[in-house]
């Protein structure tokens, strides 16, 4: 398990006011599933991890794991709402000793997608907080709604407790307004709010902050490119720990290559589908956001499984794989460019932490930039933050694992020990 920075400062270095209570729930709602840490701040340790999946059906499964015992747990069975999931964790959690109504929980967190511009920081929830994420949902109809969702179950169930919205889009909202702005109607998109919020952004400030560590540096001192290749994938140029660009735009449609979703393309391929191809705007839509990306290319999105077929000769695999990287080095390249000098490429996520090739075919090429891989180095695997580029490269290029729900609770801690 990845180790962490001292717990008893927040993340800008200032000491706690000493809370008493050390623990930080996060919650991580989704339109059908739930996943959750306990953590205690103290000493960085997460008490137990979990998920329900499949909210409102008859399959619901619940999987819980303590992590003094180290047993996992399943309930299988139909859990019908948030409400009755989080009640089961919540159930679980007692079973453990560890209970929502115990007074060693300082907070809840909760992941929240969109936050537009409003929300450039982790905030207290209350009731005009609820009306603002609410406000959102024409720009994240997938998202914000679970996310309130899960908001309005763990109020109901401690409405004593400080609860914690943690924004993706928050880390973004350093981007200036060249960056961020689409070329149209600047009426029109101020109307609509259309403009580039970007997404992934606890991952991105967290991996940013844990690559200058790595490099002994304070993240002030560094610029660094991060890539965030999961399912999803987005990049992000990074400024002395601000992020300047990032892949992802109005939604999380922009950008890479990812599992199934396009990222770039000329926006009238829509057109074309529209009025050439017969589909409707719903059909374009699924079209783009789930069979598209690498699934769309080659009837896969898992990495290992595309690396599998390579390896058997399988031409569509390839090619899928050779689009993903070209576009992945195109990014590498324009980041470049914006930051002038980039001291560390930072690799993360279930792609960039595990997949060596492709860290390898995306950085191949590139000497002249000073960035490089070794290939001892590259092939170690690890669950620690580690450099892959030769130790005389101008460029570090690290393996960084993400840990979102860890950089969650950070925030959520930080801000409920500042007594706000
Ligand atoms: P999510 O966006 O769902 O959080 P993750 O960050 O967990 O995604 O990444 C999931 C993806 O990581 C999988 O679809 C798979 O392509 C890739 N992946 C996981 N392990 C490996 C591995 N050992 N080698 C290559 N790719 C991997």
Redesign the pocket.
């Known amino acids: 398990m990845t180790s962490h920075p001292s717990p008893a400062a927040t993340a800008s270095g200032e000491p706690l006011s000493a809370p008493l209570a050390s623990r930080v729930l996060v919650l991580n709602s989704g339109s059908s599933s739930l996943k959750y840490q306990l953590l205690d701040m103290r000493d960085g340790g997460r008490l137990a991890v979990g998920l329900v999946e499949r909210i409102g059906e008859q399959t619901s499964r619940l999987r819980h794991t303590c992590a003094a015992t180290g047993d996992t747990r399943e309930q299988n069975g139909p859990i019908a709402d948030h409400h009755a999931a989080l009640k089961a964790v919540a159930g679980e959690l007692s079973r453990d000793g560890i209970g929502l109504d115990s007074p060693e929980l300082a907070a809840i967190g909760h992941r929240v997608v969109h936050g537009g511009k409003f929300f450039t920081e982790p905030t207290l929830i209350d009731d005009s907080v609820l009306t603002e994420i609410e406000r959102l949902i024409p720009v994240a109809p997938l998202h914000n709604p679970a996310n309130l969702t899960g908001i309005r179950t763990a109020r109901a169930l401690r409405p004593d407790l400080p609860q914690v919205a943690v924004f993706d889009t928050a880390f973004h909202t350093t981007m200036p307004e060249y960056a961020a702005r689409y070329a149209i109607d600047t009426k029109l998109a101020d109307r609509y709010r259309v403009r580039r919020y970007g997404f992934h952004g606890t991952s991105h400030a967290y991996v940013s902050r844990a690559t200058a560590r790595l490099l002994g540096r304070a993240p002030e001192e560094v610029n660094v490119i991060v890539l965030h290749l999961?399912?999803?994938a987005s990049a992000s140029a990074v400024r002395g720990g601000r992020c300047v660009d990032t892949s992802m735009g109005l939604t999380p449609l922009e950008g890479l290559v990812m599992?199934t979703r396009s990222g770039d393309l000329d926006p009238a391929v829509i057109f074309h589908l529209r009025r050439v191809g017969g589909m409707s705007m719903d059909e374009i839509d699924t079209l783009l956001n789930k069979r598209s990306g690498l699934f769309g290319l080659c009837g896969d999105?898992?990495?290992?499984e595309i690396?599998r077929r390579i390896d058997e000769g399988d031409a569509g695999a390839r090619l899928a794989f050779d689009i993903y990287v070209h576009r992945l080095k195109k990014y590498i390249g324009a980041y470049y460019a914006v930051l002038g000098t980039v001291d560390a490429v930072a690799f993360t996520?279930?792609?960039g932490e595990?997949?060596a090739p492709v860290r390898a075919a995306a950085v191949e090429g590139l000497a002249g930039l000073g960035l490089a891989v070794d290939p001892g180095l590259n092939a170690v695997r690890g669950d620690e933050a580690r450099l892959i580029s030769p130790p005389d490269a101008r460029v570090a290029v690290a393996v960084v694992p993400t840990d979102e729900e860890w950089e969650i609770a950070e925030q959520t801690y930080a801000l409920v020990g500042k007594g706000v």
């Open positions: 999961g399912n999803g599992g999105n898992d990495m290992r690396q996520a279930g792609v595990n997949a």
